[in-house]
């Protein structure tokens, strides 16, 4: 994060962008770095705008990477907990999914590994250069998996979380399937029909001089605005679209007002959707983390950062803050606003009964109940409105196209 370090040197008032992981450590970097400085204030800002031009010239160069296909890495991390149970060293596995794998992008992430372990790493600290194709749960489960002395047990539970996200991912994918396609449907039949039947009129309509409805005259001023500003509206909302995306990723305060408002469960479905998916991504890695024997702090560190919502995220650390002041599990679950009271009844009757692993798993169970219930029923909820556009634009163009011919035999007398 980016924080402004207002302070004082040589009796001037100055300010300065420091990079840091929160405040206080902005305060010491800028302390280290001007002896004499005293700091005055330290508030959160945006990066700077050379960084920020850097950032985005990165990120173009990271769009034509490609990602490890999510089936690739699930093999092979399948792979890695069967062979290694089996008592294979994990270097010889690592080469064997190397020299057995047709993929460019695993055979460069686990031949990497395979070379760092090979010089005395640890198969965590192996991974961490290639963290952003992994993913975080890869990365907790592995350092999960060095701790308890385990790894093929915590890669079989590994290779099973990322197998349920991932048909979770696909089911959502299909249900979008027939919304997407009928969208597509509508945009193209609207476009058409203003780009090529629309003009053929205009000429009929002026020519001879009839007094046209609201809705024909809202169809010529379209075609006649995409017309002569088709290109700047194209141009327009593909500077739109790259611009939302890299501010997304770059500008924190950006990013936590989207997340925010897409995780407010009164938004229709968008909002239970991205509630119900990241709560239950976060109980299926802690309830995971606390049934291997993982300290609780440790445990919540870790199954946070597979959160994807950064105001869900922000919620949910409030948890280990307080936690650290002794505060119980549950109440600090109760504090976050984020569970429901199902949710916190079971994880209450857990800490109580000492079973806190098995009501954590309950707790998995029912988010995913929850959430697969929204998925499957997803296309009948977004049926009614996929109907209704259908309805308005079909009504739009027969009440903009067919009306003024009924009256093209009054107008052609007067």
């Known amino acids: 994060m980016y924080y402004r370090v207002n302070y004082i040197a040589k009796g001037i008032k100055q300010n300065k962008i420091v990079e840091a992981l929160n405040s206080r450590e902005a305060s010491q970097l800028l302390k280290k770095e001007l002896k004499n400085a005293i700091v005055t204030k330290v ?41 290694t149970d089996a008592g294979l060293p994990i270097h010889d596995v690592l080469e064997d999914i190397v020299e057995n794998n047709d993929n460019k992008v695993v055979k460069e992430v686990f031949g990497s590994v395979a070379n760092d372990i090979n010089a ?33 047990e915590a890669y079989h539970k590994l290779a099973d979380i990322l197998e349920n996200m991932r048909e979770n991912k696909e089911k959502f ?39 046209l409805p609201i809705a024909t005259k809202f169809l010529l001023s379209t075609e006649s605005f995409f017309r002569n500003y088709g290109v700047l509206i194209i141009v327009g909302l593909a500077v739109v679209f790259f611009a939302f995306k890299f501010f997304y990723k770059n500008n924190l305060d950006f990013r936590y007002k989207i997340d925010k408002f897409t995780s407010n469960r009164k938004l229709y479905l968008i909002g239970e959707l991205v509630y119900l998916s990241n709560m239950y991504n976060f109980t299926l890695v802690f309830g995971a983390l606390i049934k291997a024997g993982i300290p609780v702090s440790e445990a919540l560190v870790a199954s946070i950062k597979v959160v994807d919502n950064l105001h869900i995220k922000k919620k949910l650390e409030i948890i280990n803050t307080n936690i650290g002041r002794g505060v119980s599990l549950s ?16 994880v209450r009757a857990g800490e109580n009964s000492g079973q806190l692993d098995a009501m954590l798993e309950k707790v998995r169970e029912y988010y995913n109940m929850k959430f697969q219930n929204l998925i499957d029923n997803l296309s009948a909820y977004i049926e009614p409105i996929m109907l209704a556009m259908i309805a308005a634009v079909v009504l739009l163009l027969a009440l903009g196209i067919f009306m003024p011919m009924w009256d093209l035999g009054k107008a052609a007398k007067g």
């Open 43 to 83: 508030e959160k800002a945006s990066a700077p705008a050379d960084e920020m031009i850097t950032n985005f010239i990165n990120n173009l160069k990271l769009m034509g990477a490609k990602n490890m296909p999510e089936s690739e890495k699930i093999g092979a991390i399948r792979q890695i907990a069967v062979m």
């Open 120 to 152: 005395g790493k640890s198969m965590s600290a192996a991974l961490e250069p290639h963290a952003d194709k992994m993913g975080h749960i890869v990365m907790a489960m592995t350092a999960l998996g060095e701790k308890t002395g385990n790894f093929p």
């Open 331 to 346: 109440k600090s679950f109760e504090d976050t606003d984020l569970f429901e009271n199902m949710s916190l009844q079971m």
């Open 173 to 211: 994918k299909k249900a979008m399937r027939y919304p997407k396609i009928v969208t597509v449907a509508i945009i193209a039949a609207f476009v058409t029909v203003i780009m090529a039947v629309v003009p053929k009129f205009r000429k009929i309509f002026e020519e001879l001089h009839a007094d």
